[in-house]
């Protein structure tokens, strides 16, 4: 399960990307300011606890989440997603430069949000691509391919970011439902 800390001084943004990454399964803590942002990192670095990801809004009542993204690069190489309503040009080049792996503006949408988290972690992690069972055959995305008793058929790119999506953000839902539909069929 990953571990996100999100920096965020609006109570809504804490709330809104808690229950986002809860849904995934993603454990989500959180600081309303600088300080409290650095507590946290401080404490769960000494019960010797990782964090997979910080999620940081540049505008903090307490100071700036440049100058903190400058303190935690000069010892962790931890992804941070700059979530901000700072969006101007020379803020995300500010933020990127400064070794952010992404950076959002706000107002967002929580798919986005999670989308976004989801494909940092799989880049800074890369972890092997999951395999899904279903009752007909096995989905291989890193193979992007299917195995139907044992016929092998290749996923187009577009049903490949299809069955990817559902299977990120609906693990529980049976996709046989998906038998009757066009897009499916030769599958399942």
Known sequence: ????LVIDDENLIRMLTREAGEALGYEVLSAASLRE?????DAETAAGRS???IVLDVM???GDGFSLMEQI???????VIFLTARDEAADKLAGLGLGADDYIAKPFLPQEFLLRVYAVLRQCYKEDAPILKLDSCTVDFSRAEVDKSGQILPLTAMEHKLLETLNIFFPFLPLRWFSCSSTFWRFL
């Open 37 to 41: 942002g650095r507590i946290l990192l």
């Open 1 to 4: 399960m990953a571990r996100l």
């Open 73 to 79: 690069r000069t010892w962790t190489d931890i992804p």
């Open 60 to 62: 903090l009542p307490d």
């Open 51 to 53: 964090l997979d990801l």
